[in-house]
């Protein structure tokens, strides 16, 4: 199992490009499963989770073709298999993201339960309930979901909650159902606009992305095409708060500002100078020490959750007292105990950390439990007096592409070790 060697101490500085999302990304390949002929698709980032969900079209027989570019060819014409199996699943959750397209393209499909995972239980009874009351026959069993029906009816679904994978499946699954489905209460990330994006430039016709109400026309099939996918914004925020917690400067390029409002205004909050052009956003830390923030994490456009760890990290090493709330998952301070090994000060209340910043944090061996806490600790170990060895970075090499190369061109020193 590979680790990361960080030394601390280093100013970074430089310019990095962001990857296309990991979060659209996977939505988007399992949408390909819908149409009728290949679609290629751009901008893909290289990442653990997007070789397994290539191993699970490939398993459902799907033909894939990688260009040099990293451009990805799904030709879902040969598809054999409605099964997403129990090992592929396990390895990422984001599998269930096939459930919605086999069925409304197939009538079938059998999807493993995932269970919980290090950042809470995440059910997703709500997926289950959105297809059940479009006609599916669908039910638990021997650990997984098995649902039939022959064509998808339109539907009135008002999710309970907002979940990003339920509304990005359901709309999935309304594209190709009969007549009309409503989905209130829609998540209204930019992912999730980017799915329906595509999907449209396959001939579907969802209407109110980016809104909390969803208009879907379901269409009798779906073509294939070409689509480019969105900046990540969460590695993009990353790469910010790179800066930020050095005291650095950091242009990161090929990024949709817009997507990282809420972020941003927490980086200024710190004391960051933030400027932005059409692509790009540059973060001038000018060598303070951030200040600490409060933040209450929610549903987009509310500052994501995906973003807390590394404010956690920033927050350790800020001037004064700062709150983070986590509100969407309810397990997700495993970092805070890693940073604390390094000298960080918190005090976890219900589900909000409070943070006494200290002036220096230390080296120490530590283990990344998910990814992004694993990117608050590489955050951490920046700004960490001697070596730090990051375990487990398996985590981290599912979000991030290339971690070590891009904070290298930044001045990090940190290299990888088997
Ligand atoms: N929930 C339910 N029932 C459901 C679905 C969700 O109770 O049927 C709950 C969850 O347990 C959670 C809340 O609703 O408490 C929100 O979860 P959501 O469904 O929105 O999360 P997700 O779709 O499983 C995606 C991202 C996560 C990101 C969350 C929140 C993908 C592949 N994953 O997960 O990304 O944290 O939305 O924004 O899009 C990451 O990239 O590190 C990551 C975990």
């Given at each position: 199992m590979s680790k990361l060697i960080i030394t601390g101490g280093e100013t970074l500085r430089g310019e990095v490009r962001a990857c296309g999302a990991k979060n659209a990304v996977l939505p988007i390949l399992a949408a390909t499963l819908l149409a009728d002929g290949p679609v290629t698709i751009g901008n893909v980032p290289h990442l653990q989770d997007v070789t397994t969900t290539m191993e699970l079209l490939g398993r459902l027989g799907a033909q894939l073709v990688v260009d040099e570019k990293l451009n990805i060819e799904v030709d879902p014409r040969c598809i054999t298999s409605h099964t997403a199996p129990y090992e592929l699943v396990r390895q990422m959750r984001a599998s269930i993201l096939v459930l919605g397209p086999l069925l409304a393209r197939f009538g079938e499909a059998e999807v493993s339960l995932p269970g919980g995972c290090a950042i809470g239980s995440r059910p997703v009874n709500l997926h289950i309930k959105g297809l059940a009351a479009m006609g599916a026959d669908i039910r638990v069993e021997e650990g997984y979901i098995r649902a039939r029906c022959p064509r998808l009816k339109g539907a009135r679904i008002v999710l309970d909650l907002v979940t990003v994978t339920g509304t990005e499946n359901l709309m999935m699954a309304a594209a190709l159902a009969q007549g009309t489905t409503i989905l209130e209460n829609a998540a209204r990330e930019p992912e999730v606009v980017d799915l329906a994006n595509c999907l449209n430039a396959m001939g579907a016709q969802v209407h109110g992305?980016?809104?909390?109400?969803?208009?879907?026309?379901?269409?009798?099939?779906?073509?294939?095409?070409?689509?480019?996918?969105?900046?990540?914004?969460?590695?993009?925020?990353?790469?910010?708060?790179?800066?930020?917690?050095?005291?650095?400067?950091?242009?990161?390029?090929?990024?949709?500002?817009?997507?990282?409002?809420?972020?941003?205004?927490?980086?200024?909050?710190?004391?960051?100078?933030?400027?932005?052009?059409?692509?790009?956003?540059?973060?001038?830390?000018?060598?303070?020490?951030?200040?600490?923030?409060?933040?209450?994490?929610?549903?987009?456009?509310?500052?994501?959750?995906?973003?807390?760890?590394?404010?956690?990290?920033?927050?350790?090493?800020?001037?004064?007292?700062?709150?983070?709330?986590?509100?969407?998952?309810?397990?997700?301070?495993?970092?805070?105990?890693?940073?604390?090994?390094?000298?960080?000060?918190?005090?976890?209340?219900?589900?909000?950390?409070?943070?006494?910043?200290?002036?220096?944090?230390?080296?120490?061996?530590?283990?990344?439990?998910?990814?992004?806490?694993?990117?608050?600790?590489?955050?951490?170990?920046?700004?960490?007096?001697?070596?730090?060895?990051?375990?487990?970075?398996?985590?981290?090499?599912?979000?991030?592409?290339?971690i070590e190369e891009k904070l290298g061109s930044l001045g990090a020193l940190i290299r990888r070790v088997p």
């Open positions: 992305a980016g809104t909390d109400t969803l208009v879907i026309d379901g269409v009798d099939r779906l073509h294939g095409g070409q689509y480019r996918v969105l900046p990540d914004r969460i590695e993009t925020g990353t790469y910010l708060a790179a800066a930020a917690i050095t005291g650095g400067c950091v242009r990161v390029k090929d990024t949709r500002p817009d997507t990282l409002e809420a972020v941003l205004v927490k980086f200024e909050e710190a004391g960051a100078v933030i400027t932005t052009g059409p692509d790009w956003i540059e973060l001038d830390m000018q060598g303070r020490r951030p200040k600490a923030v409060h933040i209450r994490t929610a549903p987009y456009p509310a500052f994501p959750t995906d973003m807390q760890a590394q404010f956690c990290a920033l927050n350790a090493v800020a001037e004064g007292v700062g709150t983070i709330t986590e509100t969407v998952f309810e397990n997700r301070f495993m970092h805070i105990n890693e940073l604390s090994r390094m000298g960080a000060q918190f005090q976890l209340e219900g589900n909000t950390v409070i943070s006494t910043g200290v002036a220096q944090l230390t080296a120490a061996p530590i283990m990344a439990t998910d990814l992004r806490a694993s990117a608050s600790l590489v955050l951490a170990a920046l700004v960490g007096k001697g070596d730090t060895v990051v375990d487990r970075v398996y985590h981290i090499d599912r979000g991030y592409d290339c």
